[in-house]
């Protein structure tokens, strides 16, 4: 691998994008446990900015398993190339000079390192949805809490799988809190202060 | 793999994201040769979109190979999976408004097909660049002929591996008797023939 490739740049570049979007483009990292409202505010989210006429677009875990990475389980190998590739395709998105929003789980520390990693500094955003696991229990959007408790599901962050929580988050959301339209304002405000908006 | 998954209808719609922009969006599918011109002539539609403040981008086989497939091999199973994840990636780019423009040497019709299957009537529109392997050996822009000559790259489209030409492309480009200039006129009097733009 890589001795037969060149890297092509792109004629048009990610600052040329930026011009004719009237902003920067970032990665919206939304990370916390199953019912967090990882997918619930990533779309809100992603809402207002389109609202605002702002080019964005939202990865999902769901969603992405049904296309990209079909192919991979929830074992840990394959949870860390789910987010590896789901970390490259974000780039991808930044470099088109969108506001790419991803809303995974991503337990582990170093997967998420990973990721960060991939990008420039400021353009990795990592929001921290956090929630008491007995409250995202209790709202069990897709009943996934009931099936791991019932042992139908192995490996369930949270319970029999561990959930690894960032040490310094860009931004922290305690959605057992704060409304949606809160949360929604809260990170405007900080694409606002950190001149990506 | 599936039972546990729901899908997210996304808030924002692609038809929403199409109403903003003023356009719709499509992948552009090149296919040809190693040396046939898919990344230049990739690249330049792209800059064509770029000034007329479309949202475009372009997934280029060698630059998509440093990061979201540097898993792969260039072997016959490798390369069906190295399509097949762009032609998802492609469908991302499709679903948040852009057109997107591959520039894969892709090789085979049934992988090609694998694509075609992932979009909506008219979304996939395959442009395939025919070129004389004598020409694109001649112009050879990275050595790689060179190389497949001497024995130093196994299964080299072309020469120790097949390309299986469409049967019926959408766009039909003749890289050795038309200008650049020309192959990008064609391509947007078709994306306007259609309406996509």
């Known amino acids: 691998m890589g001795k037969n490739i060149t890297w092509h740049q792109s004629t048009v ?3 040329d994008r930026h011009t004719l979007n009237g902003h920067k483009s970032c990665v919206l990292w939304f990370t916390g446990l199953s019912g ?3 997918s ?6 992603d809402h207002a900015l389109f609202m605002r006429g702002i080019r ?16 991979l389980s929830f074992r840990k190998e394959d949870r860390k190339e789910n987010i590896r590739r789901i970390g490259e395709v974000a780039k991808l998105f930044v470099d088109s000079g969108q506001i790419i929003s991803s809303a995974f789980i991503s337990p582990y520390l170093a997967d998420r390192e990973l990721v960060r990693n991939m990008f420039a500094e400021g353009e990795f955003i990592e929001i921290y949805l956090h929630c008491p696991i007995e409250v995202c229990e209790s709202r069990d959007p897709k009943g996934l809490y009931k099936k791991a408790r019932k042992g139908e599901i192995a490996e369930f ?16 959301i305690e959605t ?16 606002k202060e950190r001149k990506i908006l």
């Open 13 to 15: 570049t990610k600052m």
């Open 157 to 172: 962050t949270g319970i029999t799988s561990p959930y690894e929580k960032p040490d310094q988050p860009e931004i922290f």
């Open 40 to 45: 619930t505010l990533a779309n809100a989210v």
């Open 36 to 38: 967090s409202g990882k």
């Open 56 to 71: 964005s677009y939202v990865l999902d875990g769901d969603n992405i398993r049904h296309g990209l990475n079909r192919d």
């Open 176 to 191: 057992n809190k704060m409304t949606i339209e809160q949360s929604v304002s809260d990170i405007l405000a900080y694409l």
